[in-house]
Structures are given as structure tokens and as C-alpha cells.
């Protein structure tokens, strides 16, 4: 990492501040980051991961794309925070490995973490360094992380950055949905009960 480019930018709700770090020529997509206002300690933050189908073709497979709208929502309505996003689609194994995961998974019938494991790919190869980078230029030693996933919880306080989890459940969501949060849940994340 030898640095980071910070500019403005505008958006449908106002400006905010996007940083890019600077991970060398042959890193195309390094971790980025929308910073709102001026966060401080305790604010609200975000770490998400590229998820192609999710938030661009609006798979409702996932929970990808609620995930990033309802922590926007949060982070705005706060008034402060930070949205860390991290190139790294299918848990971390790529695009390709995911879409080969969602194939085999329909064909057999199997969650795509046993479908990841038959295929010879790692059930989460993700890492969250950078993010912690990232918020570590911002100076903040603490944050509210809007997450299920304590892989990421652990990440930053192994870092030094102290997170409190502020767990994300979507109110509605469609069968396939239900069935990814439940496969999920198998492996680690905390997805508490949705509201009846």
C-alpha cells in the first residue's frame, strides 16, 4: 500500500468524499471507500464485498444488495459514517468460481458453500486488511460495523480498531433469500430472527 487518492463526489443525497488506495500499476480495482460527513468514533460503517448479481443485476439470491441500500440509508440518516468496498466477488474466490458454485448448486440441490468445497474452492477466502487500512487514515479507533459476519469483527480488532456488530435482518425476504441466509448462518454469520 503506498497511499490513497481522496476527491469529492456527488451524489443523489448530497456530496461525500470517495478514497481509493493505491495498492501499486497491478492492482486495477483496489478497496475503496464513500465517506459521509466527518466521521468519528462509534460511527456507523460499512465493509462490503463486490457482489455482481446482487447489486447490479438485482439477484434476489443474495442479500448483497439490501445489505449496501440499508447501510447507506444508515449511514446517512446518521448524518456520518464510511462504506469500505472491497473487490472481492464470490467470497473472495471471483466471479467465475461463484458462478460455477451457483450451477452446481442448482443442479444438485446443494447450498453454495458445499457446492464451493465440491468445486475445490474455500467456503470464505475473503480478507479485510484493507478496510482496516482504510479506516485507519480516517483515524478512527472505533465503529458501529454493519455486518452478520464476525470474520469481520475480528478483522478490525486484530487491527486495532474496536467494532461493535449492529447485525443487518431483512424484513422481507424472497424463499431463495431465506435459503442463502440460512446457509449463511451454518457458517458462522449471526442472522437473528426476522421481525413476524
Not at 470517495?18 to 460511527?43: F, H, K, Q, R, T
Not at 483515524?139 to 456488530?165: D, F, R, W, Y
Request: with cysteine.
Amino acid at each position: 500500500m503506498t497511499g490513497a487518492v481522496v476527491h469529492q463526489l456527488e451524489g443523489a443525497e448530497g456530496a461525500f468524499r470517495a478514497i481509493v488506495l493505491d495498492g501499486g500499476p497491478e492492482w486495477m480495482n483496489p478497496p475503496s471507500a464513500a465517506v459521509y460527513g466527518e466521521p468519528v468514533d462509534g460511527c456507523p460503517v460499512r465493509i462490503h464485498s463486490r457482489c455482481l448479481y446482487g447489486e447490479i443485476f438485482e439477484s434476489t439470491n443474495c442479500d448483497c444488495r439490501w445489505q449496501l441500500q440499508e447501510s447507506l440509508r444508515i449511514i446517512r440518516k446518521h448524518g456520518s459514517g464510511v462504506l469500505v468496498y472491497l473487490d472481492q466477488e464470490g467470497r473472495g474466490a471471483g466471479l467465475f468460481a461463484k458462478a460455477e458454485g451457483y450451477e452446481l448448486s442448482q443442479k444438485k440441490g446443494l447450498d453454495t458453500f458445499a457446492s464451493y468445497a465440491a468445486l475445490g474452492y474455500k467456503a470464505d477466502s475473503r480478507s479485510y486488511g484493507d478496510a482496516a487500512a482504510l479506516l485507519a487514515q480516517l483515524e478512527l479507533k472505533s465503529v458501529q460495523l454493519l455486518t452478520n459476519n464476525p470474520a469481520k469483527i475480528s478483522a478490525l480488532e486484530a487491527a486495532g480498531i474496536k467494532a461493535e456488530m449492529r447485525q443487518l435482518v431483512q424484513p422481507d425476504p424472497s424463499g431463495e433469500t431465506v435459503r442463502y441466509l440460512a446457509a449463511k448462518e451454518v457458517h458462522g454469520h449471526a442472522i437473528l430472527p426476522r421481525p413476524a
